[in-house]
Protein backbone atom coordinates (compact mmCIF):
# COMPACT_ATOMS: atom_id res chain seq x y z
CA UNK A 1 0.00 0.00 0.00
CA UNK A 2 1.49 3.52 -1.07
CA UNK A 3 1.52 6.50 1.80
CA UNK A 4 -1.81 7.97 0.65
CA UNK A 5 -3.34 4.22 1.04
CA UNK A 6 -1.82 3.76 4.64
CA UNK A 7 -3.52 6.53 6.02
CA UNK A 8 -6.96 5.41 5.29
CA UNK A 9 -9.52 4.83 7.99
CA UNK A 10 -11.08 1.97 8.74
CA UNK A 11 -14.31 3.09 7.16
CA UNK A 12 -12.16 4.25 3.68
CA UNK A 13 -10.51 0.73 3.58
CA UNK A 14 -13.92 -0.74 3.83
CA UNK A 15 -15.62 1.24 1.65
CA UNK A 16 -13.22 0.75 -1.30
CA UNK A 17 -13.54 -3.12 -0.96
CA UNK A 18 -17.53 -2.72 -1.41
CA UNK A 19 -17.48 0.63 -3.87
CA UNK A 20 -21.38 0.22 -4.32
CA UNK A 21 -21.41 0.78 -0.51
CA UNK A 22 -23.73 3.85 0.19
CA UNK A 23 -22.14 6.98 1.42
CA UNK A 24 -24.68 8.21 3.26
CA UNK A 25 -23.80 8.90 6.73
CA UNK A 26 -21.69 5.68 8.46
CA UNK A 27 -21.06 2.42 7.07
CA UNK A 28 -22.81 -0.52 9.05
CA UNK A 29 -20.26 -3.29 9.92
CA UNK A 30 -22.26 -5.70 8.30
CA UNK A 31 -21.81 -3.86 5.05
CA UNK A 32 -17.95 -3.99 5.00
CA UNK A 33 -16.56 -6.39 2.82
CA UNK A 34 -14.98 -8.66 5.28
CA UNK A 35 -11.68 -11.22 4.24
CA UNK A 36 -10.75 -14.46 5.55
CA UNK A 37 -7.06 -15.13 4.22
CA UNK A 38 -5.73 -18.47 4.94
CA UNK A 39 -2.26 -19.49 4.76
CA UNK A 40 -1.60 -23.20 5.57
CA UNK A 41 2.25 -25.08 5.11
CA UNK A 42 3.79 -28.47 5.76
CA UNK A 43 6.92 -29.22 5.10
CA UNK A 44 8.91 -32.43 5.32
CA UNK A 45 12.03 -34.43 4.07
CA UNK A 46 12.90 -35.42 0.54
CA UNK A 47 16.21 -37.24 -0.03
CA UNK A 48 17.63 -36.11 3.44
CA UNK A 49 16.37 -32.23 2.39
CA UNK A 50 13.40 -29.81 3.07
CA UNK A 51 10.88 -29.62 0.61
CA UNK A 52 7.53 -28.31 1.03
CA UNK A 53 5.00 -31.00 0.89
CA UNK A 54 1.64 -29.29 1.48
CA UNK A 55 0.91 -25.13 0.20
CA UNK A 56 -2.61 -23.89 1.02
CA UNK A 57 -3.77 -19.94 0.44
CA UNK A 58 -6.72 -18.08 0.04
CA UNK A 59 -6.64 -13.99 -0.53
CA UNK A 60 -5.69 -11.53 0.71
CA UNK A 61 -2.68 -14.15 2.32
CA UNK A 62 0.03 -15.07 -0.83
CA UNK A 63 3.31 -17.20 0.27
CA UNK A 64 6.15 -15.87 -1.92
CA UNK A 65 9.53 -18.51 -2.08
CA UNK A 66 13.05 -16.56 -1.79
CA UNK A 67 15.80 -17.97 -2.85
CA UNK A 68 18.33 -18.10 0.49
CA UNK A 69 21.82 -18.61 1.06
CA UNK A 70 22.54 -22.40 1.38
CA UNK A 71 23.57 -22.28 5.29
CA UNK A 72 19.66 -21.05 5.60
CA UNK A 73 16.72 -23.15 6.79
CA UNK A 74 13.88 -23.29 3.47
CA UNK A 75 11.91 -19.88 3.99
CA UNK A 76 8.65 -18.74 3.35
CA UNK A 77 7.50 -14.96 3.63
CA UNK A 78 3.87 -14.02 3.80
CA UNK A 79 2.30 -11.92 2.00
CA UNK A 80 -1.16 -9.71 2.93
CA UNK A 81 -1.95 -8.50 -0.41
CA UNK A 82 -4.83 -6.20 0.72
CA UNK A 83 -2.39 -4.07 2.69
CA UNK A 84 -3.66 -4.18 6.35
CA UNK A 85 -6.67 -5.44 8.34
CA UNK A 86 -9.50 -3.66 9.14
CA UNK A 87 -11.91 -5.08 12.07
CA UNK A 88 -13.93 -8.31 11.23
CA UNK A 89 -11.18 -9.56 9.02
CA UNK A 90 -9.69 -12.85 9.42
CA UNK A 91 -6.53 -14.51 9.04
CA UNK A 92 -5.61 -17.88 9.50
CA UNK A 93 -1.83 -19.31 9.50
CA UNK A 94 -0.34 -22.74 9.55
CA UNK A 95 3.04 -24.18 9.75
CA UNK A 96 4.19 -27.48 9.78
CA UNK A 97 7.46 -28.85 9.79
CA UNK A 98 7.71 -32.38 9.78
CA UNK A 99 10.90 -34.39 10.91
CA UNK A 100 14.20 -33.21 10.39
CA UNK A 101 12.77 -30.28 8.43
CA UNK A 102 14.49 -26.48 8.65
CA UNK A 103 11.79 -24.18 7.56
CA UNK A 104 12.00 -20.07 8.50
CA UNK A 105 8.57 -18.19 8.04
CA UNK A 106 8.55 -14.22 7.95
CA UNK A 107 6.12 -11.87 6.09
CA UNK A 108 7.24 -9.42 3.78
CA UNK A 109 6.73 -6.20 5.47
CA UNK A 110 4.41 -4.91 8.84
CA UNK A 111 1.18 -5.42 9.67
CA UNK A 112 -0.93 -2.56 9.44
CA UNK A 113 -4.16 -2.95 12.19
CA UNK A 114 -6.95 -0.07 11.27
CA UNK A 115 -8.78 1.63 13.49
CA UNK A 116 -12.41 -0.10 13.41
CA UNK A 117 -15.97 1.06 13.51
CA UNK A 118 -16.48 -1.79 16.26
CA UNK A 119 -16.03 -5.64 15.25
CA UNK A 120 -13.06 -6.99 15.58
CA UNK A 121 -10.10 -8.24 13.84
CA UNK A 122 -8.55 -11.62 14.37
CA UNK A 123 -5.24 -13.67 13.51
CA UNK A 124 -4.99 -17.14 14.49
CA UNK A 125 -1.25 -19.21 13.85
CA UNK A 126 -0.86 -22.47 14.24
CA UNK A 127 2.85 -23.84 14.57
CA UNK A 128 3.65 -27.89 14.42
CA UNK A 129 7.45 -28.81 15.09
CA UNK A 130 8.24 -32.75 15.06
CA UNK A 131 11.14 -34.71 16.00
CA UNK A 132 14.38 -33.26 15.18
CA UNK A 133 12.75 -30.46 13.46
CA UNK A 134 14.00 -26.54 13.49
CA UNK A 135 11.16 -23.95 12.70
CA UNK A 136 11.47 -20.40 12.98
CA UNK A 137 8.45 -18.37 13.16
CA UNK A 138 9.36 -14.56 12.12
CA UNK A 139 7.28 -11.76 11.90
CA UNK A 140 7.83 -8.42 11.19
CA UNK A 141 6.02 -6.30 13.78
CA UNK A 142 2.39 -5.06 14.35
CA UNK A 143 0.88 -1.53 14.31
CA UNK A 144 -2.26 -1.02 15.79
CA UNK A 145 -3.90 2.48 14.78
CA UNK A 146 -5.87 4.45 17.38
CA UNK A 147 -9.24 2.74 17.75
CA UNK A 148 -7.81 -0.73 16.40
CA UNK A 149 -9.36 -3.78 17.62
CA UNK A 150 -7.28 -6.74 17.13
CA UNK A 151 -7.63 -10.46 19.01
CA UNK A 152 -4.76 -12.83 18.15
CA UNK A 153 -3.81 -16.26 19.23
CA UNK A 154 -0.98 -18.25 18.72
CA UNK A 155 -1.11 -21.88 19.36
CA UNK A 156 2.31 -23.97 19.68
CA UNK A 157 2.34 -28.16 19.24
CA UNK A 158 5.72 -29.62 20.07
CA UNK A 159 7.39 -32.97 19.95
CA UNK A 160 9.62 -32.94 23.22
CA UNK A 161 12.73 -33.49 20.33
CA UNK A 162 11.51 -30.51 18.27
CA UNK A 163 12.98 -26.72 18.12
CA UNK A 164 11.07 -23.41 18.05
CA UNK A 165 12.30 -19.89 17.59
CA UNK A 166 9.35 -17.64 17.47
CA UNK A 167 7.98 -14.09 18.27
CA UNK A 168 6.39 -11.06 17.75
CA UNK A 169 6.51 -7.57 17.77
CA UNK A 170 4.05 -4.75 18.18
CA UNK A 171 3.61 -1.35 18.26
CA UNK A 172 1.71 1.27 19.69
CA UNK A 173 -0.23 3.97 17.66
CA UNK A 174 1.58 5.20 13.66
CA UNK A 175 4.50 6.51 16.19
CA UNK A 176 6.52 8.09 13.12
CA UNK A 177 3.39 10.41 12.50
CA UNK A 178 3.11 11.38 16.32
CA UNK A 179 0.11 8.82 16.79
CA UNK A 180 -0.24 7.04 20.37
CA UNK A 181 -3.11 4.09 20.88
CA UNK A 182 -5.19 5.49 23.10
CA UNK A 183 -8.36 3.66 22.62
CA UNK A 184 -8.93 0.27 21.07
CA UNK A 185 -8.95 -3.69 21.99
CA UNK A 186 -5.68 -6.00 21.84
CA UNK A 187 -6.14 -9.40 23.33
CA UNK A 188 -2.96 -11.87 22.63
CA UNK A 189 -2.15 -14.97 23.44
CA UNK A 190 0.10 -17.96 23.34
CA UNK A 191 -0.35 -21.62 23.75
CA UNK A 192 2.57 -23.89 24.15
CA UNK A 193 2.17 -27.75 24.33
CA UNK A 194 5.46 -29.94 24.35
CA UNK A 195 3.94 -34.00 23.98
CA UNK A 196 0.73 -33.38 24.09
CA UNK A 197 0.89 -31.67 27.54
CA UNK A 198 0.20 -27.75 27.74
CA UNK A 199 3.60 -26.44 29.15
CA UNK A 200 3.04 -22.24 29.00
CA UNK A 201 0.23 -20.17 28.08
CA UNK A 202 0.26 -16.31 28.39
CA UNK A 203 -2.39 -13.56 27.45
CA UNK A 204 -2.49 -9.86 27.05
CA UNK A 205 -5.63 -7.82 27.67
CA UNK A 206 -6.33 -4.48 27.17
CA UNK A 207 -9.98 -3.29 26.49
CA UNK A 208 -11.44 0.26 25.97
CA UNK A 209 -9.64 3.00 27.16
CA UNK A 210 -5.84 2.17 26.76
CA UNK A 211 -4.06 4.68 28.06
CA UNK A 212 -4.07 4.10 31.95
CA UNK A 213 -2.23 0.63 30.98
CA UNK A 214 0.12 1.88 28.78
CA UNK A 215 1.23 4.59 30.61
CA UNK A 216 1.33 3.08 33.89
CA UNK A 217 4.91 2.29 35.75
CA UNK A 218 3.34 -1.27 36.40
CA UNK A 219 2.01 -1.55 32.83
CA UNK A 220 3.67 -1.08 29.96
CA UNK A 221 5.60 2.58 31.58
CA UNK A 222 5.35 4.67 28.45
CA UNK A 223 6.26 2.14 26.05
CA UNK A 224 4.70 2.22 22.27
CA UNK A 225 6.37 -0.78 21.17
CA UNK A 226 6.99 -4.43 22.77
CA UNK A 227 8.22 -7.72 22.20
CA UNK A 228 8.14 -11.19 22.93
CA UNK A 229 10.20 -13.73 21.78
CA UNK A 230 10.17 -18.20 22.88
CA UNK A 231 12.47 -20.71 22.58
CA UNK A 232 11.58 -24.14 22.51
CA UNK A 233 13.62 -27.20 22.67
CA UNK A 234 15.47 -29.55 24.90
CA UNK A 235 18.43 -27.42 25.57
CA UNK A 236 16.37 -24.37 26.81
CA UNK A 237 17.13 -24.82 30.29
CA UNK A 238 20.96 -24.76 29.62
CA UNK A 239 20.02 -21.61 27.12
CA UNK A 240 19.38 -18.83 29.63
CA UNK A 241 22.10 -17.28 31.26
CA UNK A 242 23.21 -17.14 26.74
CA UNK A 243 20.06 -15.42 26.57
CA UNK A 244 20.45 -12.88 29.34
CA UNK A 245 23.65 -12.25 28.38
CA UNK A 246 22.96 -11.07 24.70
CA UNK A 247 20.02 -8.66 26.04
CA UNK A 248 20.43 -5.04 26.03
CA UNK A 249 22.10 -3.56 29.75
CA UNK A 250 19.94 -0.38 30.26
CA UNK A 251 17.50 1.47 28.54
CA UNK A 252 16.19 2.93 26.35
CA UNK A 253 15.45 -0.73 25.78
CA UNK A 254 14.03 -3.06 29.01
CA UNK A 255 14.77 -6.42 28.51
CA UNK A 256 14.79 -9.87 30.53
CA UNK A 257 14.80 -13.49 29.95
CA UNK A 258 13.27 -15.91 32.26
CA UNK A 259 12.47 -19.69 32.13
CA UNK A 260 9.00 -21.57 32.20
CA UNK A 261 8.28 -25.51 32.37
CA UNK A 262 10.88 -25.59 29.89
CA UNK A 263 9.94 -22.71 27.64
CA UNK A 264 12.84 -19.97 27.39
CA UNK A 265 10.77 -16.83 27.17
CA UNK A 266 12.23 -13.16 26.37
CA UNK A 267 10.63 -9.46 26.45
CA UNK A 268 11.37 -6.02 25.24
CA UNK A 269 9.80 -2.60 25.95
CA UNK A 270 10.82 0.41 24.75
CA UNK A 271 9.60 4.11 23.90
CA UNK A 272 11.15 4.14 20.45
CA UNK A 273 9.69 1.20 18.07
CA UNK A 274 12.65 1.65 16.05
CA UNK A 275 15.25 1.09 18.82
CA UNK A 276 13.12 -1.95 20.06
CA UNK A 277 12.88 -3.68 16.40
CA UNK A 278 17.24 -3.60 16.79
CA UNK A 279 17.41 -4.71 19.67
CA UNK A 280 14.85 -7.59 19.06
CA UNK A 281 17.11 -8.06 15.43
CA UNK A 282 20.37 -7.82 17.27
CA UNK A 283 18.91 -10.69 19.55
CA UNK A 284 17.93 -12.79 16.95
CA UNK A 285 20.49 -12.96 14.64
CA UNK A 286 23.53 -14.04 17.68
CA UNK A 287 20.81 -16.34 19.51
CA UNK A 288 19.86 -18.34 16.44
CA UNK A 289 23.78 -18.44 15.63
CA UNK A 290 24.67 -19.94 19.08
CA UNK A 291 21.73 -22.54 19.56
CA UNK A 292 21.34 -23.58 16.04
CA UNK A 293 24.47 -22.75 13.92
CA UNK A 294 23.00 -20.92 11.40
CA UNK A 295 24.12 -17.64 10.03
CA UNK A 296 24.57 -14.70 12.18
CA UNK A 297 21.61 -13.07 10.05
CA UNK A 298 18.05 -12.13 9.29
CA UNK A 299 15.90 -12.46 5.89
CA UNK A 300 17.17 -9.66 3.64
CA UNK A 301 13.58 -8.70 4.14
CA UNK A 302 14.43 -7.33 7.40
CA UNK A 303 16.64 -4.53 6.32
CA UNK A 304 14.22 -2.56 3.51
Known amino acids: MNSVGATLTAADEARSRNPDAAVRGPTPVSAYQFVQGVARLRYRLRDGRTALADLYQRD ?4 LFPRVPEAEPDTAVLVTTSGGLVGGDRLQVSVTAGMGTQVLVTTQAAEKIYRSNGADCCITTELSVADGAWLEWLPQEAI ?3 GARLRRQTQVEMHPGGRLLAGEMMVFGRTASGERLSHGLL ?4 TVR ?3 RRRWMDAIHLADVLTESLTAAAGFDGAVACATLIYVAPDSAERLELARTLLPERAPVVSAATLVNGV ?9 ALLLRRAYSDFRRTF ?6 LPA ?3 RLWSI
Open 60 to 63: PQRV
Open 144 to 146: LFD
Open 187 to 190: NDRW
Open 194 to 196: IGG
Open 264 to 272: LLLRWLARD
Open 288 to 293: RHRVAG
Open 297 to 299: ALP
